[in-house]
C-alpha cells in the first residue's frame, strides 16, 4: 500500500502553475452557486481549505449512465457524513454551470458541484497528477490531511465507499 501511494505522489509531482510569489500551486474553484473553493496542491496531494475532513473528488459525466446511478449513493453518503466528509464532483462532460444547475435539481443533488469547463486548469492539473485519461467516473479519495488515499476509475460499491470513508477520516 505504501509503494502504491508513493507512486500516486509521484504522478502527483509532474508540472502544476504556480501563483506568482508563491512555491504553493493552488486554485480557486467556483462552484456552480458561484461559491469559492480554495485547494492547494501539496506533496501527499490536494488541500481542500476549510474542509477539515475527508474529501471524495468525483470526476463525472451528466450523460454517463454508471455516474447518474451513483448519484443516490452519493446523496445518502453526503447525508449521513455530512461533518466528516466533503463530495466535490466535477462535470467533465463541457456544461455550462446553468446546465449543471438544471441537472442537480431532476437529480436532488446535495453535494458541491463544480463544471470543468469553468475549472479547467484545475482539471488539466487534476489529470496529470493522476494519470487521469478520461475515464468516468474517476474517484480521488483525499483524506482529512489533504493526502490521497485512493484513486479509482469506474463505478464503485456504496460499501466500498462507506469502508474507504471511515478510513480517510482516521
Known amino acids: 500500500m505504501r509503494n502504491m501511494v508513493l507512486a500516486l505522489l509521484m ?15 493552488s486554485f480557486v474553484l ?5 461559491k469559492s ?8 496531494g490536494l488541500k481542500f481549505i476549510g474542509h477539515e475532513h ?3 473528488l468525483l470526476m463525472f459525466g451528466h450523460n454517463c449512465p454508471p455516474c447518474k446511478d451513483e448519484i443516490p449513493t452519493l446523496i445518502e453518503l453526503t447525508d449521513k457524513y455530512k461533518d466528516k466528509l466533503s463530495i466535490i464532483a466535477v462535470e467533465v462532460q463541457g456544461n455550462s454551470s446553468d446546465s449543471i444547475k438544471k441537472f442537480r435539481g431532476e437529480n ?37 490531511r489533504g493526502e490521497v488515499q485512493m484513486i479509482h476509475a469506474g463505478p464503485i460499491k456504496a460499501s466500498k465507499l462507506e469502508s474507504l470513508i471511515s478510513k480517510l477520516n482516521r
Do not use: C
Open 11 to 25: 504522478l502527483f509531482g509532474l508540472s502544476v502553475n504556480v501563483s506568482a510569489g508563491s512555491e504553493t500551486p
Open 30 to 34: 467556483h462552484d456552480i452557486d458561484g
Open 37 to 44: 473553493i480554495e485547494v492547494v496542491d501539496i506533496k501527499e
Open 54 to 56: 475527508a474529501v471524495l
Open 108 to 144: 436532488s443533488i446535495n453535494y458541491t458541484l463544480i463544471s470543468g469547463k469553468e475549472n479547467s486548469n484545475f482539471v488539466g492539473h487534476v489529470a496529470q497528477r493522476a494519470g487521469w485519461k478520461g475515464m468516468i467516473p474517476f474517484l480521488i479519495a483525499i483524506d482529512k
